[in-house]
């Protein structure tokens, strides 16, 4: 049973740039939550996807969006790159839409480097 | 004030030692509370809830002090395998529960 998958695992970009991170929930959920941890922090929810819609947003700017597709897999997209955004993205799945955070499996995350 | 704060640490003790670390929270009417876990760049896991009774798993017991909103995380008898980093978890109220994380509180446990 694969457990949540992410890719890439290591993104470089420069400035400007726009980015998708793709994420593969665990069997049998079908909410997907994202978060961004940037070093020396604790990862902070960016939003969380539900029957391919945004249910949760937490406090990013629109230049986060994403999407949910009909196989419950989801992207995060982000645009005009920050050197700020550089973070270690992290998906997590889960089988409701509650946000109870334990409820969650976290993916090994996607670590993005903004240059 | 931020919602959930932490102090990073690092906490250095030797094996056998007995560490606690705490973490306070802001919102009052925040609902539940968790201890994750994160190995240095691996992805954060659940180690434990925090319930208002206080709550013991093994070598680790969990606290909540909603008077003077903090929780706490006691390790006893640590092993060089709890070198981690120790995340507080809130899930704020107010319909919208969106999981609020502390910075985390760095464990290293030397021989």
């Known amino acids: 049973d694969a457990g949540v998958t992410q890719s890439p695992t290591h993104l470089i970009k420069t400035r400007g740039q726009q980015v998708t991170l793709r994420c593969s929930p665990k069997s049998g959920h079908d909410t997907v939550s994202w978060y961004q941890q940037a070093l020396g922090q604790g990862p902070q929810f960016i939003f969380q996807?539900?029957?391919?819609?945004?249910?949760q947003r937490g406090n990013f700017p629109d230049r986060f969006s994403g999407h949910q597709f009909p196989n419950y897999s989801s992207e995060l997209n982000v645009n005009a790159l920050l050197l700020g955004d550089s973070a270690l993205y992290l998906c997590a799945s889960s089988s409701q839409t509650g946000l109870s955070v334990k409820t969650q499996y976290f993916g090994p995350g996607t670590r993005l480097l903004v240059l | 004030r931020k919602e959930v704060e932490q102090d990073p640490g690092p906490f250095n003790v030797p094996e056998g030692a007995t560490v606690a670390f705490n973490c306070t929270y802001s919102?009052?009417?925040?609902?539940?509370f968790f201890w994750y876990r994160q190995d240095c760049r691996k992805e954060p896991k659940l180690l434990m809830s925090?319930?208002?009774s206080g709550n013991e798993d093994g070598r680790f017991t969990a606290q909540l002090n909603r008077a003077s909103q903090y929780i706490s995380l006691l390790i006893r008898d640590s092993k060089l395998s709890d070198s981690a980093t120790y995340l507080c978890?809130?899930?704020?109220?107010?319909?919208?529960?969106?999981?609020?994380f502390g910075r985390g509180t760095s464990l290293i446990v030397h021989p």
């Open positions: 919102n009052s009417a925040s609902q539940s």
């Open positions: 925090v319930y208002s």
């Open positions: 996807y539900y029957e391919e819609e945004e249910r």
């Open positions: 978890v809130v899930n704020q109220a107010g319909g919208s529960y969106i999981p609020t």
